[in-house]
T-cell receptor, first 114, second 108 residues
Framework: EAQVTQNPRYLITVTGKKLTVTCSQN?????MSWYRQDPGLGLRQIYY???????DKGDVPEGYKVSRKEKRNFPLILESPSPNQTSLYFC?????????????FGPGTRLTVL | GIQVEQSPPDLILQEGANSTLRCNFS?????LQWFHQNPWGQLINLFY?????KQNGRLSATTVATERYSLLYISSSQTTDSGVYFC??????????WGAGTKLIIKP
C-alpha cells in the first residue's frame, strides 16, 4: 500500500530535550516536505527536499533541522524544542514537487513541548 | 508574500445542501490546489487548478486567475464531506502558501 508514515504519532516532551520525528514513504517519490499546523493558521511549510541531499527552507524553518540521506526518509529534528513548537506536524511526499502531482500526507504527529 | 484568504471560515449545512467555498489570493500564482482535511486529521488532495474548471463527482472547482480567486463547489453534501477545506497557492512547484481553511459541518 502506498503510504507516508510518521513516528511517533503523539509526543509530549520538555523544553530543550532533543527529539526526532521520522517520516518515510514507500512510493519512490523525489519530493518530501514538512509542515506544521496551528489553529487558525492553516499549514505552514518548515522544510522541503527535492531529492536526496537537496533540502531547502520553507516559511518557518527556525528551530528545525532536516536531512535527506535516503530517498524514502526525511526526518525532522528539533535540537532544543520550545513550547512555541507545540503543534501538529505533517510530512508529505509527491513524485516531483507540487506541480500537478498528487501529494500524499502522513497521518500527523501531535507534539506538545512543556 | 502572497496572502491567501478563505471564506467563510465556518459553514454548517444540512445533508443534501449545496455549498460554495471561496479562496482569494493577493498576487499572481501558477499553482493553486484545494485540499480536504477530514475530522480525523487526514489530508487529501482534491484539485490542482491554477486556472479553469474541473469536476470530480460532486465536487467541482473554478479558478479565475486574472481576478485572483478560486471557488470550490460541493453539491448534494454528505456527512462525509465534513472537515476543513484548504486552498493553497504558489509560484513554484516546491512551495505552497496555505489559507486558514473553511470548516464545514454537514448535519444528517
Amino acid at each position: 500500500e502506498a503510504q507516508v508514515t510518521q513516528n511517533p504519532r503523539y509526543l509530549i516532551t520538555v523544553t530543550g530535550k532533543k527529539l526526532t520525528v521520522t517520516c518515510s514513504q514507500n512510493m519512490n517519490h523525489e519530493y518530501m516536505s514538512w509542515y506544521r499546523q496551528d489553529p487558525g493558521l492553516g499549514l505552514r511549510q518548515i522544510y522541503y527536499s527535492m531529492n536526496v541531499e537537496v533540502t531547502d527552507k520553507g516559511d518557518v524553518p527556525e528551530g528545525y533541522k532536516v536531512s535527506r540521506k535516503e530517498k524514502r526518509n526525511f526526518p525532522l529534528i528539533l535540537e532544543s524544542p520550545s513550547p512555541n513548537q507545540t503543534s501538529l506536524y505533517f510530512c508529505a511526499s509527491s513524485p516531483l514537487g507540487y506541480g500537478t502531482d498528487t501529494q500524499y500526507f502522513g497521518p500527523g504527529t501531535r507534539l506538545t513541548v512543556l | 508574500g502572497i496572502q491567501v484568504e478563505q471564506s467563510p471560515p465556518d459553514l454548517i449545512l444540512q445533508e443534501g445542501a449545496n455549498s460554495t467555498l471561496r479562496c482569494n489570493f493577493s498576487d499572481s500564482v501558477n499553482n493553486l490546489q484545494w485540499f480536504h482535511q477530514n475530522p480525523w486529521g487526514q489530508l487529501i488532495n482534491l484539485f490542482y487548478i491554477p486556472s479553469g474548471t474541473k469536476q470530480n463527482g460532486r465536487l467541482s472547482a473554478t479558478t479565475v486567475a486574472t481576478e485572483r480567486y478560486s471557488l470550490l463547489y460541493i453539491s448534494s453534501s454528505q456527512t462525509t464531506d465534513s472537515g476543513v477545506y484548504f486552498c493553497a497557492v504558489g509560484r513554484s512547484n516546491y512551495q505552497l502558501i496555505w489559507g486558514a481553511g473553511t470548516k464545514l459541518i454537514i448535519k444528517p
